[in-house]
């Protein structure tokens, strides 16, 4: 069964601290890795997007990567604010089924002062 | 930029009472998409369009009912609500399903909250 694993569930850091949260996969065949941040009442918002083929992706603060052998991903937030406060879903599209995104759980973060 | 647009926002029913949730998308976009968002669970996919008239069902679609009959707008039915189906609803809309081209990113709207007493 296609499955999108993530850890934690949730995390508390301090502003100004770097956390990385990790995704765990089994969809297969692989086509592409998303992630993305939904703060609360609000809907996802997409930070990344990797295929296979791609190790690293940063967008500002943000840095995914994705091994596709281990089929594991993780988000590295760097100096991190409290706007950066959300949860944090991980994604992944099997191919030739791109319409059949199996979502993660998410991981709730919370950026203290 | 409206972007994805759903009303309500709110919503409480009676079991059995029928309802309908409506997402608007400005953004030209082919293909729609019905999630629900319950405490622990990833999203999981109730009805998609792939085009104005066309619906399909996803991976949770009984007790759910969809309509596409404007390329903009997407409708989510509930004909005899149940508790079961309190839950966050989240319409979704993108350019395409398939290849990299957009590649399939999914912009949401902020959701409707359902309960069902």
């Known amino acids: 069964k296609n499955q999108v694993e993530q850890s934690p569930q949730s995390l508390i850091i301090l502003e100004g601290k770097n956390c990385t949260l990790q995704c765990n996969y089994t969809v297969s065949p692989f086509s592409n890795l998303r992630w993305y941040k939904q703060d609360t009442g609000r809907g996802p918002v997409s930070l990344t997007i990797?295929?296979?083929?791609?190790n690293t992706k940063s967008n500002g603060r943000y840095t995914a990567t994705l091994d596709a052998d281990t089929k594991q991903s993780s988000l590295h937030i760097t100096a991190s604010q409290l706007s950066d406060s959300a949860s944090y879903i991980c994604?992944?599209?099997?191919?030739?089924?791109?319409?059949?995104?199996?979502f993660g759980s998410g991981t709730r973060l919370l950026v203290r002062p | 930029n409206a972007g994805v647009t759903q009303t309500p926002k709110f919503r409480v029913l009676k079991t059995g009472q029928s309802m309908t949730l409506l997402c608007a998308q400005d953004m030209n976009h082919e293909y729609m998409y019905w999630y629900r968002q319950d405490p622990g669970m990833g999203l999981r996919l109730i009805h998609y369009?792939?085009?104005?008239?066309?619906?399909a069902k996803g991976e949770v679609p009984d007790g759910y009912n969809v309509s596409r009959l404007k390329k903009q707008n997407f409708l989510l039915g509930l004909e005899s609500a149940a508790p079961s189906q309190t839950s966050v609803y989240f319409c979704?809309?993108?350019?395409?399903?398939?290849?990299?081209?957009?590649?399939?990113?999914?912009?949401f709207g902020a959701g409707s909250r359902l309960t069902v007493l």
């Open positions: 369009s792939v085009g104005e008239g066309t619906t």
């Open positions: 979704a809309s993108s350019y395409s399903l398939r290849g990299l081209s957009g590649a399939n990113v999914l912009t």
């Open positions: 990797m295929t296979f083929s791609e």
């Open positions: 994604v992944v599209s099997g191919v030739d089924s791109s319409y059949k995104l199996i």
